[in-house]
């Protein structure tokens, strides 16, 4: 079945490191890829998605690219700040598109803590 | 205006017992999931129902029945708590067939002791 596998964590840096948190998957087809944040105490946001091989997703600074020659999809920034303490969630989606009804298959979180 | 929200946000009942979980978005959605996140912060989905037909069951045991009286809502009930039913239960909608972009609650703590 369809599967992802995340770096083990926590991750923990200081701002303005750089951030790299890698991110694998296994599915037959090609599924769309995702990458959600979770803040403390708050449930899950989409940060950015890919859809197709060689796409690029990006939103505040985040950016992960699909590679599907090496079935990745790591996510970086270059510069942290002590705002992205979360924890971030790779995920697909098997069968994008009209036929899907969004079910996600998520990795198992890395805790990224940044401190000043 | 909150887009998916749930009640209650915390739960904390005895073994055996049985409590329920709501959920409602706003968004005008025509899917909603729930999702179990455990200790580890491990996700994994239970239920999707598309404009209140059950689409998605991930093999949850029968003891959790989801209930969907309009597509804007969808609820969780749960018979004969058990301790490993302990953990943070996540509402979400999405556009039908929205490929993966899911909208989540802030999440329901239920602790069973």
Same mark, same amino acid.
């Given at each position: 079945g369809d599967s992802v596998t995340q770096m083990e964590g926590p991750v923990t840096l200081s701002e303005e490191a750089f951030l790299t948190i890698n991110c694998t998957y296994t599915a037959t087809g090609y599924p769309s890829l995702f990458w959600y944040v979770q803040y403390p105490g708050e449930g899950l946001q989409l940060l950015l998605k890919a859809t197709k091989a060689d796409d690029k997703g990006s939103n505040k600074g985040f950016e992960a690219t699909y590679r599907k020659e090496t079935t990745s999809f790591h996510l970086e920034k270059g510069s942290v700040q002590v705002s992205d303490s979360a924890v971030y969630f790779c995920a697909l989606s098997a069968n994008a598109g009209g036929t899907s009804y969004g079910k996600l298959t998520f990795g198992q979180g890395t805790i990224l803590t940044v401190h000043p | 205006d909150t887009a998916v929200s749930q009640t209650p946000k915390y739960l904390v009942t005895q073994m055996g017992n049985d409590k329920s979980i709501k959920c409602e978005q706003n968004l005008g959605h025509d899917t909603m999931y729930w999702y179990k996140q455990d200790s580890k912060k491990f996700l994994k989905i239970m239920f999707s129902y598309n404009n209140k037909e059950l689409i998605i069951n991930e093999t949850v045991p029968n003891r959790f029945s989801p209930k969907s009286p309009d597509k804007a809502h969808l609820n969780l009930h749960i018979n004969s708590l058990e301790l490993g039913d302990s953990a943070v239960y996540f509402c979400a909608s999405s556009l039908? *067939?929205? *490929? *993966?972009e899911l909208f989540f609650g802030e999440g329901s703590r239920l602790t069973v002791l």
């Open positions: - | 039908k *067939g929205g *490929g *993966g």
